[in-house]
Each structure stands twice: as structure tokens, then as C-alpha cells.
């Protein structure tokens, strides 16, 4: 008996003294900029009836974002001052390449979009703020009206990116209207999109790790809870002494 007690004693400590996951809940964040009506649902990730953030304002300089659940996300968004985006466009639908497939998908989300330095010359800077350390997938969608071509130029913390279109697309193709990179935020928190010269902008997704990490226990903790347990072995085999003494 007293083995099968130490057994299960010994095995409870292997399982307690495993590491947690100390990863941070995955979540995506949407932003549309401009368009006309808010795209509702998936774009290159996503599911159906997914939020989006959504802004026709070029003056907004800090933008509390939610997640695609519709629950606060504690990041925000920002760029260097009013009207740092040098216009802001709608797409109507005769002339938006994404209104001519039966299905529409994505007609929303490019239905307009953000230009940074409409002359061409410059940068413009955005910044989310609140982001928990790691690894980020971010998808950013640019695309002007039928005919037109537009260009995306852009760094984010280091990694660069780009994507040229004529505007006749109506799927989602990436090097061509949108562009998909996976950038480090640091322990700053931050992740800065810099975008150059005239970049149409309609909208992006940042999919990572952006919740509070689960609490890991405290070795001291482990230790501690050990301890107590060679107390309780070290009660058995006294108690057992006892025993056999008595018998």
C-alpha cells in the first residue's frame, strides 16, 4: 500500500512541475479605411460575421481598435497627425472590379481606400500600440477603381512589402492588390507601418498574439508544493514503523 501512496505522490509532482503554455491567446484585428459600407465577414483570413473596424475620417490620429469578435482588443492605432493620409476615395460599384462576380466577395473592403502622399513624394507613418511580444501575420489590400493602377509600398518594423494592380481584379491576389508579411513586435509593444510615396491603402488584417499571456507558476511555488509532499512520504513511513512495531 505505502508504494502505491508514493507512486501517486511521485507522479502528481511530474505532472505539477510541467511547464504551462505561457502563449497569449491568438485574435484578428480588421481595418477598412473608407469604402462604402463595412465589409462584413472573412477577407484572406477570417469567418463569416467577422467585425471590422471601419474609419472614413482622415483627421483621426488614435483609433481604439476591437477584435473581430466585436470585444475591445487593448490596441490602438495611430498616425503622425491630422490628415497624415493625403486622401481618402470611394469606389462605386460600376466601377469596383470586386462588384462583378456573382458572389461579391470582398466588394466592401475595396470599395474605397486611404492614399498616403497623393503626390508621390514621402512617408506616412502608422503605429499600433498594445500589442503583446511575437510573431504577426499582417495582410494589407490596395486597390484603386477599374483601369486604374495603383501602387503599395511599405515597411513594417523592418520587413518590407509591396503589391502593383490595374484595378481589374476581383479576387484577392497577393503581389498584385494585397500583400502578406509576418513581422516581430518587440518587448515596445509596437508594430510601425511606414508607408511610401502614394500607397492606396483599403484595409488590413493583423492576425497574432495580442491578449495577456496566461500566468505561469513560480518555481518557488513548485519547490514549496515538493517539500510538502516528502513531508506526507516521510509521515507514512513513520507511520508505517509504528505499525509493524505494534503487530
Known amino acids: 500500500m505505502k508504494k502505491y ?37 472573412a477577407a484572406k483570413i477570417g469567418s463569416v460575421g467577422d467585425f ?37 476615395s470611394l469606389i462605386n460599384p460600376e466601377d469596383n472590379a470586386f462588384s462583378t462576380p456573382v458572389t461579391k466577395q470582398d466588394e466592401l473592403l475595396m470599395s474605397g481606400f486611404f492614399t498616403s502622399k497623393a503626390t508621390g513624394v514621402g512617408t506616412t507613418v502608422m503605429t499600433f500600440s ?39 481584379l476581383s479576387v484577392l491576389t497577393q503581389g498584385a492588390n494585397y500583400q502578406k508579411v509576418t513581422v516581430n513586435v518587440s518587448a515596445l509593444h509596437t508594430l510601425q507601418i511606414t508607408y511610401n510615396g502614394a500607397s492606396v491603402v483599403n484595409g488590413l488584417q493583423l492576425y497574432g498574439a495580442s491578449t495577456a499571456p496566461a500566468p505561469v507558476p513560480e518555481p518557488a511555488s513548485l519547490i514549496l508544493m515538493g517539500v510538502g509532499c516528502l513531508f506526507v512520504v516521510f509521515y507514512l513511513r513513520k507511520s508505517q514503523g509504528i505499525l509493524e512495531f505494534v503487530a
Open 130 to 168: 498594445g500589442l503583446v511580444a511575437g510573431n504577426y501575420d499582417l495582410y494589407i489590400y490596395s486597390q484603386d477603381q477599374k483601369g486604374k493602377s495603383s501602387n503599395l509600398s511599405f515597411v513594417a518594423n523592418g520587413v518590407s512589402g509591396s503589391a502593383t494592380t490595374n484595378g481589374n
Open 52 to 88: 471590422w473596424n471601419q474609419t472614413n475620417n482622415l483627421g483621426k490620429t488614435v483609433w481604439n481598435l476591437k477584435n473581430s469578435s466585436d470585444l475591445s482588443s487593448g490596441v490602438s492605432v495611430s498616425w503622425g497627425t491630422p490628415n497624415d493620409f493625403a486622401k481618402g
Open 5 to 41: 501512496i508514493f507512486g501517486l505522490i511521485v507522479l502528481s509532482l511530474v505532472v505539477l512541475s510541467q511547464p504551462k503554455d505561457a502563449r497569449a491567446a491568438a485574435q484578428l484585428i480588421n481595418l477598412q479605411f473608407s469604402g462604402q459600407d463595412v465589409q462584413g465577414g
